[in-house]
C-alpha cells in the first residue's frame, strides 16, 4: 500500500511556501532548471522556491515529489546560503536534503563562481556526501547563459555515488515570460552518461514567478520524461539585520 505525506506536513510546507511568496519581490533562478547561475542573493534577503510536484516516468514507472523547497539566503561579499529539500509521497519519506554555500568574486557581464553543498542524511542508514561545481554566467541585454560544471561523492546510496555533473542553460527575456532551454549531463563512476534536454520557462505574476519545465532523456540511462511547476518569491530582511 502506498503512503501518502500527512496532512500536517502538506499544510505546513504549502502555507510556509506561499506566506514567503506571496508577501515577496520576484526571485531570480533557478528552479525548474538542473542549472544554476554565477549569482547570489542580495544581502539579507530571503529567497523562496516552492515546488509544488515534480512527476517523471521511466520506463513505463511514474514517480512523484512533492513538495520540493529552496531557501537561499544572501550574506555581503556575494555569499549565499542554500538549502534543498524534496520529499517522496508515494514512498513517505524525505527523498533528498541539503545544505551548502555559493561565492562569487567576480560578479560582471561575465560572472565567476563557485557553489558547495552538503548532502545531508535522508534516512536511518545514516550517510552523508558533498557536492561542488564551478558557476559561469554571461549576460547580455536580453540572453543569459549558464554554465555549470562539477563533481559530487554520495554515501548516502549502496553502493556509494561518485561522479560528474555539467549543465548549460540559455535564457532570454520577453516582457514578463523568461523562456529557457537547458542540456544536462550526469556520470556516477564508470556507468552510462546520463544527458537530458529541457524546455522550461519563468513568468512574472506581479509579486511571484511561476515556473515550470519539461525535460527529455537523450540516453538509455536516462529518465524518459520529468516536468514540475514552482512558484518563487524573495522577503528582504535588512531592516531586520540591523
Known sequence: ?????????????????????????????????????????????????????????????????????????????????????EYLPVEGKVGDAAAGLKWVPYFERLSLGTEALVLLPVSSAGGAGVESQLLATQRWDSLQLHLNLGGFYDARPEPVEKGWRGSLLAETKLGRFRPGAELFAKQVAWASVVVQAGLGAIVTLGPIDLRTAAHFGLTDATPDFRTSLWIAGKLPLAEAAH
Not at 516516468?57 to 555569499?79: H, W
Open 1 to 85: 500500500m502506498t503512503r501518502l505525506p500527512s496532512v500536517h506536513l502538506a499544510t505546513v510546507g504549502l502555507t510556509a511556501g506561499l506566506a514567503l511568496c506571496l508577501t515577496s519581490a520576484r526571485a531570480g533562478a533557478f528552479p525548474p532548471y538542473r542549472s544554476t547561475d554565477a549569482g547570489t542573493a542580495d544581502p539579507y534577503v530571503l529567497e523562496g522556491r516552492l515546488g509544488l510536484i515534480r512527476y517523471e516516468r521511466d520506463a513505463g514507472e511514474d514517480g512523484f515529489t512533492s513538495p520540493l523547497l529552496r531557501v537561499n539566503f544572501g550574506l555581503p561579499q556575494r555569499i549565499e546560503l542554500t538549502t534543498e529539500f
